[in-house]
């Protein structure tokens, strides 16, 4: 059911202090709270809501918490806390008065995420508008873009025999002992012992040891899948649950080392993929290729992020960016005049391939484009402030769903970073010019 429409009263309370007097209404956060359209997002997500039911929460209240948390990298349990002894956060998300307690419930916003779905571009999209708005990104600064591709990495551990055969006795008893199936033995007790000293023999390079270990793992887990398969024979709705992680745990146990082809990475998370990156500190990732759409060169408020999108399957670059460019111009309603992308995207599917110039070419480049080319570089730190200022350096959240919301929302909360900073500046402009302004300067003395 749609959330009952907030208006605020205007009126002061003997027992409770409104927040516009404790506050300093020409806060930066203040002012992208007035820029942002609440109306317009809530219009756009209205059919989310079920017709019965009880009155949902306020749009301005959860999508303002999601901005919150990515603007200044929390989590979502650290948002929920940080609101409630910050008066501007109350205020960002639509509060009059300040509030002592979090009125909502923390999963809330786990739910929402869910909900939102394809709808999360559209914060995107608003973001750029109130950079529009505010002055920090012009309208010509949408016609020259730099294209890249990065990894998101999962939030899993480093995946080796001896951890992933672990993970999978100890997934396949938690949830035997969460849906009733009475298991002969769980193998926990040796499964921990053997990984154990599975990591131990290995790191001394003693690995006839190693692999006896591990064939001690190989051999519980089997074990453990027949044991689980016999209890549940008959079960339809058993068989239905276990299906998925003894499939898993099936391709964990018959996976080796060094063989080519699909592989699981994880018990918990098998949407992960090996990415390798070949770099000398990180050879390998383990996530989703992600890919990102920046302004080329620096807009007023800085370099802006146009488009972001997950590319699960890791596919070859230049296969994506026919999709990329299109998708980006749907989102900034502005044709790409120019698109700057590196050696990755040759043999790339652009639609327009002579107004795409990859790095290191030669032919054609000369002038303005040269300069250009020059900048695309600047796109790297774009994706290292993201990663290290927000949430694209690791994501915690679950499946597939979670990797394409995680990257579209940490772009928004760069995005707003900067429109923040800008802001910010021109706070600062202001109140100097009106200082100058009102300066009494001295009276000049008469000539002698």
Known sequence: MRPKKHETTGSADLFRARLDQIINMRHELVQLAGKID????????????????????????????????HIYGLSDEGVCERWVYDPYFQHFTGEEFFQHEFPHERSDLSHWRKRLGGKLELLLAESLRVAHESGALRTKDLARVTVDTTVQPKDITFPTDAKLLHAAIKG??????????????????????????????????????????????RTRLGRLIRDIRR?????????????????????????????????????????????????ASAPYEFGVKASVVTTNARAPGG??????????????????????????????????????????????DAPNPRRVFISGQKRGVFGRIKRELTRRSAIEAVIGHMKAEGHLGRCYLKGRAGDAANVILSAVGYNLRLVLAWLRIISRVILLALLQ???????????S
Request: proline share 4%.
């Open 38 to 69: 609440w109306e317009f997002i809530d219009g756009e997500i209205a059919p989310l809501y079920s017709d019965g039911g009880r009155p949902g929460i306020a749009t301005q209240f959860v999508i303002g918490l999601f901005l919150l948390k």
């Open 172 to 217: 396949l008893t938690r949830l035997a002992r969460k849906r009733g199936v009475r298991l002969r033995q769980s193998y926990v007790r040796i499964a921990k012992r053997a990984a154990m000293m599975a990591g131990r023999y290995a790191h001394a390079k003693q690995f006839n040891r190693h692999r006896r270990q591990l064939r001690i793992l």
């Open 231 to 279: 209890k549940i024979a008959g079960n339809a709705e058993l068989e239905a649950v276990f299906a998925w992680p003894l499939s898993r745990a099936d391709q964990i146990r018959s996976q080796q080392q060094r063989q080519r082809g699909w592989k699981l990475y994880s018990f918990h998370a098998p949407e992960v993929e090996c990415i390798g990156r070949g770099k």
């Open 303 to 348: 370099q802006f992020v146009l488009h972001a999108r997950t590319l699960p399957g890791n596919p070859y670059d230049g296969h994506t960016l026919g999709a990329v460019i299109e998708a980006t111009e749907r989102l900034t309603g502005r044709e790409i005049e120019r698109a700057y992308v590196d050696k990755g995207y040759r043999g790339h």
């Open 437 to 447: 302004t009102f300066t009494i300067r001295p009276a000049l003395k008469p000539a």
